[in-house]
Every structure is written in C-alpha cells, then in structure tokens.
C-alpha cells in the first residue's frame, strides 16, 4: 500500500499501483502515511457538511421542468432549473458561509457527469472536468455513463480533473489506460479531521456502457465491506459511501455494510426533498444499518436541478449523533456564476447553430418521464419513427430501450438540440432477424427490472404486449402480439421476425445478450436515431403523440 498527494493536498490510502500523475511528492506521502496509522485522538463532537450532486449528464446549460434544453428566453422568465452556473454559485455561496462559521465541508459528485448534451458529444468529459475543478470537488464516484466511449477516454478525463475518482468494485488493474487512475477510497482532510470516502459502481456497467473487456465489475457491499475495513484500520472512523448504483440498492449497502455513515447516491434520479413536488420521499432518506444505527442516504435528483446539503454531527467515538439535511432546487432565485455563465456560452459556439434548427413541431408535450416502467409517448415516438424508416425492408418490429430516452418535449418548435437532448448517444439504426421464442425472451429481459426504473425497459411499435412486474422475472410477459396490418396476431414463437432497433441494444446492451447471441441477417451500421426522429417529425407537421395502450401493466 503506499500513500501519495492528491492534487488538492489531500492525502489518500490506495491498495492500487500509483500512476504516474500520482508519484509526486513522495516525502509528503511518507509523512501523511506514519500520520494515518496512528490510532485516532480524542477529539470533540464534529460537524461535517457534504455539499453533493449526481447525474449531471452533462447539463451545463439551464434544463426546463422537463429536463429538455431550457430556451434564453423561458430561463429569463424565470421557469428554468439547474445549469453549472448556478451549481457553482451554490456551492460557494454554502461552503463560504458555512466555513466563515468555522464549519467543514466538502463536496462530492455521485457519477454519470458524461453523456447527455452536446457538450458531451463535443468535449468529450473536458468541459466537466474543466467544471468540476473550478468548482473544487473532492470526490466523484464513477457512474456506468463515464464508459459510454471507453476506457480511453475515462482515463483522459481523470488525468484532467483535480480530485480522485473513485469505484471499490472496479477492477481496472488490466486496462492500458485506465489502471492506477480509479482508487477503491480516499481520505479527505476536513478541518483537520480524516473523513474516509468509498465508492461503488453498479455491477451492471459492462452491459450498460463501454467499458471494454479489461474492466471488471465485483459486487457492490462486498468491495465496500473491504474498503471500509481497510480505513478503519487506518484509524478512520468517519466514512461516507459515495455510490452510483440506486437508491433501492442504497438501502442494500446501507443494511448489509457496516462502518458506513452516510450514503451519497445517484444512478436512480431520484428527488429527494421535503415539500417539492414529485420528490420520492424525504432528504435524506434513511435505512437502518447492520449495527442497528440509522444511515442517511442522500441524492440531489438528477439534470444539474438540485445541489444537496447534508449535515452530520459525529460524536468524539465517530458516531453520528444528528443528521440534518436540504435539498437546494436551483431555480431562478439562485443566480448563475457570471464568469462560469459566460464559459459555458463559449464553449457551446461550435454547435449553437445546429442546436437551434427547428426539425418540426409538437401541439403537446412529448412526455419521457415514464419510459422505464411503461409506455410513454416519447418512447412510442422513437419507436414508431425506426419502424417507418425500416418498414420498406420488411422490417415488422422495432425496440427502443426507455432509458435511452432522457427528456421530454414541450409543446410547440422541436429543435435539434433538444432533440439530441432526448437521444445523446449517437446510436445508429441496427435490423435484424428474430425468433418468436427470442424475442420473448428480450421481452422478458425487457421488464425484468422495471421495479428498479432500470433503463433496459422496452418501447415498441408494430406489436404490443402486457406483463405482469408481480410476477417473478423471466415470467412476466402475459401476452404478446404482433401487427399485421391493421390487425394483431398472437407471436409465433417458431415464425422469424424482422425488427429494428438501436446498435447498443442489438450489440447486448442493457441486458439484452439475446439480441447478441441469436440475431441474424444483422445490420448495425444504419443512420443515427437523431436523424431517423428528425426526418419523422419533418415528415408530420402538428405531431400528436400518441398513447395507444400497446403496453399494458395487468398489476
């Protein structure tokens, strides 16, 4: 094991083989390692601000309600949200009057500040870690966004950024860009006290991002169980899990890992808040943990919209003895950082104009927020738009994962900015042959986890089918039938089907190996699904969305 200086002067333990950004200073770190193997003094009770976010998918710009791409002039009315702007003019305005009191503080990012604008699709992770650093994050977690283009550029962004990126159940130690850059924890130095940070992924990363084949993925409690003994040993006994696998699974780690404090989520874009609407439950939620304490589990939503605060007391022992917490919504009473505003326009030049051109118009919002656990219309959309671009082959069927969809549209022009708002990942039209019996099964997997919001679940067109989430995964499809003209008939688990969808998910992602494995007569290399919607929405002047009842919950 060996320590060494972080690049804010932080120090951190690491099991991981330092890389080269990281060998500097070597007397500081052997200094700062005879100081964390000292058992840990007597000290008086301690209060420790955590300043958080998560899911910012590259959202540098101010989103509407919705989470779309919010118009100059809808944010100078006052109805738009969030924007790094305002996240940063946050973020300070707390930490300066909390540390003026003589109070700590430190601030933590819970992963996927990648993908999701075309500020990521430009920059590549530059401009976030250009953010994060003027901001002064101690931490992040790496979320399963972060691998969207491969480890190479995870790396690139990590030699970037001024603080350490964390995953304890990352095995990177065989990746040629990626080893020595993601440590299992940190221990950040506040007001002279040792606060030890651990972070976990989720483990199904490999089928929801790029990681490559290099790149492991362990369990989450049992690479933090590991983690926090190590600290403890260290004589750390202050330890926040900073986590990017959900906030169902929070509740996991908080109940099963013990040693752990306070949990600082995201994956899930759950609203945690008292008093704001559509919030899942309180800030910060609480669970109770293996030795019987109560963990605090905090997440800021998702989009840039919410900066979290939570507050923990400690005891002289390590324990904490009172939890208190807000959810800051960033909303127009929050006024941007001008230097960081002004950054922000800069860096958006190159593509202002392609983000401006009207590709058509919508009388009602296109609404995304439900497109992982049932029909939505933006899914209905997508999907309808890949079966009309394909119908000439003979294509019969088309897919659309719901978490490929991430925001809606309001009423009225449709630009392409928003339009790659709702579809960031520059996937591409991909046909090919089915089974009846296969296609089942991407059913199956389809909703296997819809209870958790996974973004695997299925928007369709040319068929339709129910299902019941009661029942165990692997049998929940109840019925299925696909078009035929204006017609349905039952699927014929023997007959072949031609069917579209996206190149992730007939490459395996989101868990559908079976579209992997079992498809032939494939064809990956189809036009980008932006231009695909695009070309359906110039083609239909006045779009209505449609809700037609093609998926039905029997719940």
Not at 264 to 269: A, D, E, F, K, N
Not at 505 to 532: C, I, K, M, Q, S
């Amino acid at each position: 094991m060996q320590i060494v200086a972080t690049k804010t002067g932080y120090y951190r333990h690491s099991s991981v083989a330092a890389s080269p950004r990281r060998n500097a200073s070597r007397a500081l770190g052997a200094a700062l390692f005879a100081l964390a193997t000292l058992p840990p003094a007597v000290e008086a009770s301690f209060e420790l601000t955590i300043l958080h976010t998560n899911d910012l998918h590259s959202r540098l710009r101010p989103v509407n309600e919705t989470g779309g791409d919010c118009a100059a002039d809808e944010d100078a009315a006052g109805k738009c949200f969030g924007g790094i702007a305002r996240v940063k003019s946050l973020i300070d305005d707390r930490r300066n009057a909390i540390e003026a009191e003589g109070g700590a503080v430190i601030v933590l990012d819970a992963g996927d500040q990648f993908q999701g604008s075309l500020f990521y699709t430009t920059y590549r992770g530059e401009a976030a870690a250009e953010f994060m650093n003027t901001i002064g994050y101690d931490a992040m977690a790496v979320g399963n966004h972060e691998f969207d283009n491969g480890p190479d550029v995870l790396a690139r962004f990590a030699d970037a950024i001024r603080f350490p990126l964390l995953g304890a159940n990352i095995d990177a130690a065989r990746s040629a860009s990626l080893a020595g850059n993601i440590d299992p924890y940190t221990i950040v130095s506040a007001q002279g006290r040792r606060v030890g940070i651990v972070a976990a992924i989720t483990e199904d990363t490999a089928s929801t991002s790029s990681p490559g084949a290099q790149v492991f993925f362990e369990e989450a409690e049992s690479a933090l169980t590991r983690a926090v003994a190590t600290l403890e040993s260290l004589g750390v006994d202050k330890i926040v899990a900073l986590t990017h696998v959900g906030l169902s699974r929070d509740r996991s780690i908080a109940a099963r890992v013990t040693g752990i404090d306070a949990i600082i989520g995201g994956h899930s874009h759950t609203l945690l808040a008292d008093g704001l609407p559509g919030a899942a439950g309180t800030y910060p939620a609480f669970e109770t943990g293996a030795d019987g304490r109560a963990v605090p589990i905090a997440h800021a939503w998702a989009l840039s919209r919410v900066v979290g605060e939570l507050q923990l007391v400690f005891d002289d022992a390590g324990s904490v003895i009172e939890t208190r917490g807000t959810a800051h919504l960033l909303d127009a009473r929050i006024a941007p950082d001008p230097l960081v505003a002004a950054r922000v326009e800069t860096l958006a030049q190159p593509f202002a104009e392609l983000m401006q051109r009207v590709i058509g118009s919508v009388p009602a919002p296109v609404d995304a927020t439900r497109c992982r656990v049932t029909q939505c219309e933006m899914g209905t959309l997508v999907a309808d738009a890949m079966l009309e671009r394909t119908r000439g082959q003979g294509v019969e069927i088309a897919i659309q994962n719901g978490g490929g969809l991430r925001a809606s549209f309001d009423a009225g022009d449709v630009t392409m900015g928003e339009l790659l708002t709702v579809l960031p990942f520059q996937n591409t039209l991909s046909t090919f042959e089915l089974s009846g019996a296969d296609l089942l099964a991407a059913l199956e997997n389809g909703v296997s986890r819809v209870d958790d919001g996974a973004g695997r679940f299925p928007q369709v067109a040319g068929m339709r089918f129910s299902f019941d989430p009661g029942k165990p995964p692997g049998s929940r499809i109840v019925s299925v039938e696909v078009g035929d003209g204006d017609t349905f008939e039952a699927l014929d688990p023997t007959a072949n089907y031609l069917v579209a969808s996206n190149d992730y998910l007939r490459r395996g992602g989101d868990g559908y190996e079976v579209l992997r494995d079992r498809a032939t007569n494939v064809y990956d290399f189809g036009p980008p699904l932006e231009e695909v919607v695009a070309a359906y929405l110039a083609s239909r002047p006045g779009f209505v969305p449609l809700s037609d009842n093609r998926i039905i919950r029997t719940d």
